[in-house]
């Protein structure tokens, strides 16, 4: 069966230090791949998404980057936390296709400080 | 434009009585997916159910069912019988099929508090 693993869960980083967030899918090959952020008590911002190895499309300008350098892991990074990157970081595979759910990691709680 | 409007920031429900979360959507592609998720405060997202746009009939799981009117554009999430598990975040998502990331864009959710 298919699982997705995120790490890590929690984190608290001060403003201006780097982030890595890793995503991993198993049981599955050539997944879409998706980093969603979700401010406290809102909805969730997809922020990039991948369709294969070295694919990154953005979605939103702003202060991280994604990168896929296996099928099956997926990236987060920012040289430079500023406050407005905290939040509830998502990530999610599905295939490609229109009626299937995506299914999410348990998540990344990160709070800059 | 907002393509998925979800208007009831929080909404509760008495135990055991059945409630309706709305969803609205907005789209002017013919072929599209739309999905329901649950949130509990560990905040996981959980896929609940799903309806296709040419789906004939209301999609059913369990508990839920998905009162899908598409002239309306609307796919509210009917939860029978609510139990104390049922109180977390809901949030509806809508998938495009000429959209080839087959990304999934979501509403602002709905806090549904079951109480005893």
């Known amino acids: 069966s298919q699982t997705i693993h995120q790490w890590p869960a929690t984190l608290v980083q001060p403003v201006g230090s780097p982030l890595s967030l890793e995503c991993t899918v198993e049981g599955t090959s050539n997944p879409n791949l998706y980093w969603y952020r979700q401010a406290a008590g809102r909805g969730l911002q997809l922020l990039f998404y991948s369709v294969g190895i070295g694919q990154i499309s953005s979605e939103v300008p702003q202060n991280l980057s994604a990168s896929r350098p296996q099928d099956r892991q997926f990236l987060l990074s920012s040289k430079k936390l500023l406050l407005s990157d905290s939040g509830f970081y998502h990530c999610?595979?599905?295939?490609?296709?229109?009626?299937?759910?995506?299914?999410f990691g348990q998540g990344t709680r990160l709070t800059v400080v | 434009a907002q393509k998925i409007t979800q208007t009831q920031p929080g909404m509760f429900v008495q135990e055991k009585e059945a409630v309706t979360l709305d969803c609205t959507y907005d789209t002017s592609d013919p072929s599209y997916g739309l999905f329901w998720y649950k949130q509990p405060s560990s905040g996981e997202m959980i896929f609940l159910i799903y309806q296709g746009s040419y789906d004939q009939q209301n999609a059913t799981e369990g508990r839920y069912s998905l009162n899908f009117q598409k002239a309306r554009k609307s796919a509210n999430l009917v939860i029978s019988a609510s139990q104390l598990g049922d109180s977390a975040m809901y949030f509806c998502?809508?998938?495009?099929?000429?959209?080839?990331?087959?990304?999934?864009?979501f509403g602002s959710g709905t806090r549904l508090l079951v109480r005893p």
């Open positions: 999610a595979w599905s295939a490609g296709k229109l009626n299937t759910e995506a299914f």
């Open positions: 998502a809508m998938r495009e099929g000429e959209d080839s990331s087959y990304k999934l864009i």
